[in-house]
T-cell receptor
């Protein structure tokens, strides 16, 4: 099975611009989560999607949004970029088996976003 | 709320044993994960504990005490390639909350 893929791998933007990142989960996985990783804050949860619905949301401003498509692929969008948005954005997919609490998440390689 | 604490950095010698501790206070609990992350790479799954006790997997073992809100990851026969960050994460509902990670440096 192919792993989680994320595009693009690297991105440079300037303040005030907006950006869209893409994530393709492992085939058959219906849950997709997004995380922001910075040296100072570690890995922080952004949001989680399941069957095209946002089920959980972390503590991030409304400039961060996402969506999931019927094929489980997901995108996240950051509008009005700030310098502090520079980070590694990781996507993770999970099979989210019904009735199971074992929700191992498989991470993609991430998108390194630099805001200048 | 969720609060997960682990040491920021640890250093150990090749061939030795190291224990990385994780304490947590969370509003829900489905299980505890340990992930390994090499610099510039994505986290990879190491272990999962949902019941109290020790789970052993080769050179790596993970322990959980739910009543104490405590877990540790034990790495035996350390190798240079074990130099990485080790992330403790608590699963609650469909969310994973991560600790800040422990950067382990293995020296010859």
């Amino acid at each position: 099975k192919a792993g989680v893929t994320q595009t693009p791998r690297y991105l440079i933007k300037t303040r005030g611009q907006q950006v869209t990142l893409s994530c393709s989960p492992i085939s058959g996985h219906r849950s997709v989560s997004w995380y922001q990783q910075t040296p100072g804050q570690g890995l922080q949860f952004l949001f989680e999607y399941f069957s095209e619905t946002q089920r959980n949301k972390g503590n991030f401003p409304g400039r961060f949004s996402g969506r999931q498509f019927s094929n489980s692929r997901s995108e996240m969008n950051v509008s009005t970029l700030e310098l502090g948005d520079s980070a590694l954005y990781l996507c993770a997919s999970s099979p989210n088996l019904a009735g199971g609490s074992y929700n191992e998440q498989f991470f993609g390689p991430g998108t390194r976003l630099t805001v200048l | 709320g969720q609060n997960i604490d682990q040491p920021t950095e640890m250093t150990a010698t090749e061939g030795a044993i190291v224990q990385i501790n994780c304490t947590y206070q969370t509003s829900g609990f489905n299980g505890l994960f340990w992930y390994q992350q090499h610099a510039g790479e994505a986290p990879t799954f190491l272990s999962y504990n949902v019941l109290d006790g020790l789970e052993e997997k080769g050179r790596f073992s993970s322990f959980l005490s739910r009543s104490k809100g405590y877990s540790y990851l034990l790495l035996k026969e350390l190798q240079m390639k074990d130099s990485a960050s080790y992330l403790c994460a608590v699963s609650a509902g469909n969310m994973l909350t991560f600790g800040g990670g422990t950067r382990l440096m293995v020296k010859p």
